[in-house]
């Protein structure tokens, strides 16, 4: 009787050691998926962050752009100002050379 009590007893931790060595296997693979995921994300996350530095670069080519044409036409105006200018004298000239 004793002999079968400890047989049940042995049985019994089996079973308990079982169960945790499947417990530990499911928590091993479940961290491995997860540690997947977490890879995954990081990769996209480091591609944005690439693509947003390129955008960043982008914006500030098209700012230096924006800035040499606003200065473009700047000089265009000043010297379509001139112009307008010389000829208004021009015409003054003519006019008072008419008379």
């Not at 540690?35 to 390129?54: K, M, P, Y």
């Amino acid at each position: 009787m004793v002999v079968a009590g400890v047989e049940i007893k042995v049985s019994r931790l089996e079973s308990i050691v079982e169960q945790i060595g499947e417990a530990v296997l499911s928590t091993t693979e479940t961290i491995e998926r997860l540690a997947d995921r977490v890879d995954t994300i990081s990769l996209q996350v480091e591609q944005q962050g690439q693509q947003v530095q390129q955008q960043g670069y982008q914006i500030l080519a098209l700012c230096d752009a924006v800035q040499t044409l606003a200065e473009t036409q700047d000089d265009s105006l000043q010297k379509l100002t001139q112009l307008t200018h010389t000829l208004d004298r021009l015409m003054t000239l003519l006019e008072s050379g008419d008379d």
